[in-house]
């Protein structure tokens, strides 16, 4: 496992260049292979990749001026699974106004077995918003 440890710190420091020299277009694409100064690139899509082609010139002058010897830049579109961003949802603050009000409908709508469902709900809401 120690072995591994400068091949993967190699890798990263590459991955951190390269997104480093191409801010919009590199936080999709990750790093396949770097040997024999061939570099290869893993786009999600060939959108990315035919984007990203238009700027291997760039990359490659980027990466040569941080030390990198690359001499060629392939790319390969591979469908990865992708991680849905982590969305943070803030918890809506109802006043207690409007927690007395819920409570008050739940009481007053009629028992039927069409309205048991929204009654259990507006009840469960308001028990988890009067409790601190």
Do not use: Y
């Amino acid at each position: 496992m120690a072995s591994l440890m400068p091949a993967v710190n190699r890798m990263m420091a590459l991955q951190k260049d390269c997104a480093s020299a191409l801010p919009a277009m590199f936080h999709n694409c990750d790093i396949l292979q770097f040997e024999d100064a061939q570099l290869v690139l893993a786009t999600p899509t060939s959108a990315v990749a035919a984007k990203l082609k238009q700027q291997l010139p760039k990359l490659q002058a980027e990466l040569e001026k941080r030390g990198w010897q690359v001499s060629g830049i392939k790319l390969k579109v591979q469908v990865t699974k992708s991680i849905a961003p982590i969305v943070h949802t803030r918890q809506l603050l109802l006043p207690n106004l409007a927690v007395s009000a819920f409570d008050e409908l739940s009481h007053a709508l009629p028992a039927s077995p069409q309205n048991d469902c929204l009654i259990a709900a507006l009840r469960a809401m308001v028990q988890r918003r009067r409790e601190p």
